[in-house]
């Protein structure tokens, strides 16, 4: 009682500067990396830097803006000035759906054979507790193909948790050009339930062309994570894929940007990798892919070494 008019003062001047604050909230990540590439068309080897800046802003209590601006440097040193907004969109729910995005945005289907990409402009809707359904109509962005740079893309994705273990999942992309590239579907599964252990998988099929096949499984064992110092993991797959099935190498198992035609699409080959997390909210990630073309006579090899910090 005897401080009241104190502390109300007080408050009063907390709540006026409070009203001056941006309600922005930022987060980073930054990434080092160096890859090694000996595919006979593009052999040679780069040390690369990428910088994210990670924006989130309430709207109301259930909206949000959500959005990213990123710059990747090939050569330490190098100015490229490569700065975009590649990320901005809206999340919410309302209309009686459970999840509302719209903006240029991230785009996980399934397991993330058929995408796991950012940048993506459109809008999606997703509904259902038990069976979680998702839909929407995108554009990718940078998309070109003569003269359908506008082209839009249809999307699906199911996910249902079988059990407290195992994921099911079934996904959906297809370009809607008269002649399309796209035509893709996929069913995959995440297991769980051994001990420190995670077994994924996926198989899909582009309907577009003559038709093209693809697939990829991994087994992991713990996992790396970033607010855990010392925490590790380690994982070996196995993925193949058609000529054809990723033409334009938009599907996903996002390994690097140089890459093309090595990720999805006429490749088979085992891959191998490490992570550890040697402070927190740093990770180091080793990744060796001995990757071949379908008929065996390219080689498609490369490695990956990555040092994440997160701020």
């Not at 409070?18 to 040679?44: C, M, P, Q, T």
């Not at 990630?285 to 910090?309: C, E, H, R, W």
């Amino acid at each position: 009682a005897e401080f009241s008019s104190e502390l109300n003062n007080l408050g009063v001047r907390v709540g006026a500067l409070e009203k001056k604050v941006s309600n922005i909230k930022f987060n980073a990540e930054l990434r080092l990396r160096y890859e090694s590439n000996k595919d006979v068309a593009s052999a040679g080897n780069e040390t690369l830097h990428r910088f994210r800046l990670f924006m989130t802003a309430p709207i109301n209590d259930d909206w949000t803006f959500k959005g990213r601006v990123s710059n990747e440097d090939r050569d330490f040193g190098s100015r490229n000035n490569n700065v975009t907004f590649d990320q901005g969109y809206i999340s919410g729910k309302g209309l009686g759906l459970d999840m509302i995005e719209a903006g240029r945005m991230p785009l996980a289907l399934g397991q993330g054979l058929v995408s796991s990409t950012t940048s993506w402009d459109g809008i999606k809707v997703g509904f259902g507790k038990d069976l979680k359904t998702m839909v929407g109509v995108v554009r990718k962005a940078g998309y070109a193909d003569g003269d359908n740079s506008s082209t839009q893309f249809t999307i699906g994705n199911m996910s249902w948790n079988a059990t407290k273990d195992l994921n099911l999942s079934g996904s959906y992309l297809k370009d809607n050009r008269e002649t399309t590239v796209y035509n893709t579907y996929a069913f995959g599964a995440k297991y769980t339930g051994i001990k420190d252990m995670t077994l994924s998988g996926e198989w899909g099929k582009n309907r577009a062309g003559e038709g093209s096949t693809g697939y990829y499984t991994t087994l992991k064992y713990l996992g790396a994570d970033k607010a855990k110092e010392k925490s590790y993991g380690i994982w070996v797959g196995y993925r193949r894929a058609d000529a054809g099935f990723d033409p334009k190498d938009y599907h996903a198992l996002d390994i690097s940007d140089k890459f093309a035609g090595s990720k999805m699409n006429d490749v088979k080959g085992f891959e191998f990798g490490v992570e550890y997390t040697p402070f927190k909210n740093g990770m180091f990630v080793l990744q060796y892919d001995p990757l071949k073309s379908i008929d065996g006579n390219t080689n498609k090899k490369f490695f990956l070494a990555n040092m994440y910090v997160w701020f």
